[in-house]
């Protein structure tokens, strides 16, 4: 079992409607996930398009089933993306008060959201949700990312939501999320300026989430230098949403055993250079972008086959190789 073999939490990501749902399917994810991991993101439920329904107006339900559902099964959930341009609900993107209120309302929405979800805590008196991804994919490249945030706010709306995300609450932890950063060089060296700036300047942060959508054939030496160079900031470091795509050319049109074998290598390698590259200390976790196959966001009608488990729950030799890595082999 992953959460077994590994000293950091293991993670993988969770629906509202699916952990409420007795069908086969799910019930038997609930299963794998119970037993396999110890740390739930939300897909796609915590999200400010799905949260934020109005001016001034929260819809909590699904993350707080998702919440009660982690503190019943003693899981965490690390909350995913407070801030991120793909996920802007559509009357907030025809806003058409000024910039002020503009920002007024994001500012509003970051503080309610951290604060409403800093409610739940564990038997001990521990929060359910310990942490948030703050910002999600600031930068395009090495470029910052042009969006509804940097025009109506500016290109600092990063800055402030890490403050009132702090301002909300003292204690939980404050990630920075992207992809790509190991892989692009330029970008990676972005997001280290951009994290040494905000310790300079006593802007709280406390992780960085590398996402981790790999390749089958992913360039050998730039994993665990990019493990090594976000791991060198200091901070948290959370591989946050690892899956391995094997198809990318779109030239086969099944799981062949040489890009089975090719995946398993690359799942094998993520794990091993967290576990050995990460200070302790500094080891969040890593979290999987699914279970099933055919639930990934890169599945594309079966023309890729990412992650660690087939359609029937099977596990592939994917988690094989992820077991090897966690043992540090
Ligand atoms: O639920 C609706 C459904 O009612 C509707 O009929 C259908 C028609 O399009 O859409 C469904 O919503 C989709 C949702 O996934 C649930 O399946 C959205 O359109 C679709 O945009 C959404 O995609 C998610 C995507 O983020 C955008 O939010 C993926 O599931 C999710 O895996 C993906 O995750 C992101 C991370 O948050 C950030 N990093 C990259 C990662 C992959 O893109």
Redesign the pocket.
């Given at each position: 079992d992953l959460k077994n073999v590994a000293s950091f939490p293991i993670g993988n990501i969770v629906s509202a409607s699916k952990l409420a749902s007795t069908s086969t399917a799910n019930t038997t994810f609930k299963q794998i996930l119970n037993t396999e991991y110890n740390s739930i993101t939300a897909?796609?439920d915590m999200?400010m398009a799905n949260m934020f329904t109005g001016p001034d107006t929260y819809d909590f339900s699904d993350g707080d089933a998702i919440v009660a559902y982690a503190k019943e099964n003693g899981h965490r959930v690390h909350g995913?993306?407070l801030i991120?341009h793909?996920?802007i609900p559509n009357w907030l993107n025809n806003f058409t008060g000024t910039d002020e209120e503009f920002e007024a309302q994001v500012e509003g929405y970051v503080k309610a959201t951290v604060a409403h979800f800093a409610e739940a805590e564990d038997d001990d008196g521990n929060p359910i949700v310990a942490s948030w991804d703050v910002v999600?994919?600031y930068f395009d490249g090495s470029s910052v990312r042009s969006s509804l945030f940097t025009q109506r706010i500016g290109n600092d709306f990063h800055e402030k939501a890490f403050q009132w995300a702090r301002e909300a609450d003292p204690d939980v932890k404050l990630f920075y999320n992207d992809?790509n950063i190991a892989g692009q060089v330029d970008k990676r060296n972005a997001i280290i300026s951009m994290v040494n700036n905000f310790i300079t300047n006593s802007i709280p942060i406390d992780g960085i989430g590398m996402?981790m959508?790999l390749n089958h054939d992913w360039p050998s030496s730039d994993l665990p230098t990019s493990i090594q160079a976000i791991s060198d900031t200091g901070l948290l470091v959370h591989i946050s949403?690892l899956d391995v795509k094997v198809n990318y050319g779109d030239d086969i049109t099944e799981l062949t055993e040489e890009r089975a074998a090719a995946q398993e290598f690359q799942y094998q390698r993520a794990g091993y250079y967290y576990s050995t590259i990460v200070p302790p200390a500094q080891q969040f976790g890593l979290t999987l972008?699914g279970f099933r196959d055919q639930d990934s966001?890169l599945y594309d009608g079966g023309s890729d086959w990412p992650l660690l488990y087939d359609n029937d729950f099977n596990t592939k030799i994917s988690h094989r190789g992820l077991v090897a890595g966690l043992n540090e082999e």
């Open positions: 897909e796609n999200k995913h993306a991120w793909q996920s999600n994919e992809y996402q959508h949403e972008w966001w």
